[in-house]
């Protein structure tokens, strides 16, 4: 019923995922704009910069091998191995004061005495120059065990069930990085006094399951079209790691500058930083279609299109919050509710593309 007992594959992907949703990150107003209205939010002179869409969107280049073997001997069926794996996608953003003088990063104040819409300024004209770094990547790969079992095999037809492992893995994560140097005294703070800060906001997710599908080939002299739809079934595990850092380096008269390091920086808090485990029941359907033409009796050119969808991940930027309680920074303490927190946001997550491999059976 086999004609051929081993087989192997091997792929070029260029495939698209899902983007996680990123909030908006960094503002700016026109150069005349009030300091207490420098870059908040819902004011009509506030512009956003950075955030307010999707991050990890973009078409991503990729790999995949597939090896398998039949056993005849032991009747219809067969087993394979297969595993793919995309390029990290990234997005980086670098903003400067030189160009724009005004660079804010917007949040929401919940303190008591002062809630609403507000901004920590980066730079502003006379007062403040400095930079900003935003910057993410997303990265994405699969395996599967299966065994095959056929139902129907005939010269212009095949039919067969699957049925095995499977495995997914997206690791993505977010970075917000700030300079500032105070270039006027209005803020009581030191001139030449500097500040960096960081907050970082990363998630690992794993998927194991067990999958399920169905496999069926038609047949026109050389050339073939394959179909496959499967389901798995199983757990996502994730994993949620908030951590963040300022830096304030004071010059000293007639001395060296002095620099102090803390936890926190202005989306990491107390309130928020740490590591954050979960799981979740989850599943993977997933839906291939492939053109084939022989070049031989071994060797096949496939094109084919593969849409693969996971129904429960953490992405690391939908788990910022933008609340930010700034009476928790007092030597008096907080007041008020603590923010930001960690509120577990889970979502789904696909990709999906073209792919244009070889097939060699002997």
């Known amino acids: 019923c086999c004609p051929t007992v081993y087989w192997g594959r ?64 032991r009747g219809g069926w067969g087993l394979h191995f297969s595993m793919l794996g995309l390029e990290d996608g990234k997005d980086s953003q670098y903003l400067r004061s030189v160009g724009i003088p005004i660079l804010a990063r917007p949040f929401f104040g919940v303190e008591p005495s002062a809630s609403g819409p507000n901004a920590e300024l980066i730079a502003f004209p006379n007062e403040l120059e400095g930079n900003v770094l935003v910057g993410a990547s997303t990265s994405y790969e699969a395996a599967e065990v299966m065994l095959h079992w056929i139902l129907e095999d005939c010269p212009d037809r095949r039919l067969q069930f699957v049925a095995g492992y499977q495995y997914h893995r997206l690791d993505d994560d977010i970075l917000i990085a ?7 005294g209005s803020s009581g703070v030191p001139f030449g006094t500097t500040l960096s800060e960081n907050d970082y906001f990363s998630s690992e997710n794993r998927f194991h399951g067990v999958a399920l599908g169905c496999l069926a080939s038609v047949r026109n002299r050389r050339a073939t079209l394959d179909t496959a739809m499967k389901l798995a079934l199983g757990t996502t595990r994730s994993s949620v790691l908030i951590n963040g850092s300022t830096t304030a380096t004071v010059p000293m008269p007639g001395g ?33 279609v492939n053109l084939g033409y022989d070049l031989n009796s071994k060797t096949r050119v496939l094109l084919g299109y593969q849409f693969i969808y996971w129904s ?13 309680n700034l009476t928790q920074l007092d030597p008096g303490g907080l007041e008020g509710e603590p923010r930001p927190i960690f509120d577990r946001k889970m979502t789904d997550y696909w990709v999906q593309g073209l792919s244009l491999g070889l097939d060699c059976r002997y």
Not at 178 to 184: E, I, P, Q
Not at 263 to 287: C, I, K, W
Not at 312 to 324: C, K, N
């Open 178 to 184: 700030d300079f500032k140097r105070v270039m006027g």
């Open 312 to 324: 429960q991940v953490a992405r690391a930027s939908e788990q910022i919050d933008l609340g930010v």
């Open 10 to 73: 091997i792929d070029y992907l260029y495939w698209y995922g899902s983007g996680a949703d990123v909030p908006a990150l960094v503002s700016t107003s026109p150069p005349n704009t009030d300091r207490e209205d420098a870059g908040v939010l819902g004011l009509p002179t506030t512009s956003i910069l950075v955030g307010n869409e999707e991050f990890g969107d973009q078409g991503r280049s990729g790999g995949r091998i597939e090896l398998g073997r039949w056993f005849p001997q």
């Open 256 to 288: 060296p500058a002095e620099a102090r390091t803390t936890p926190g920086g202005l989306l990491t808090q107390r309130s928020n930083m740490g590591v954050y485990d979960n799981s979740s029941f989850a599943v993977a359907p997933e839906l291939s």
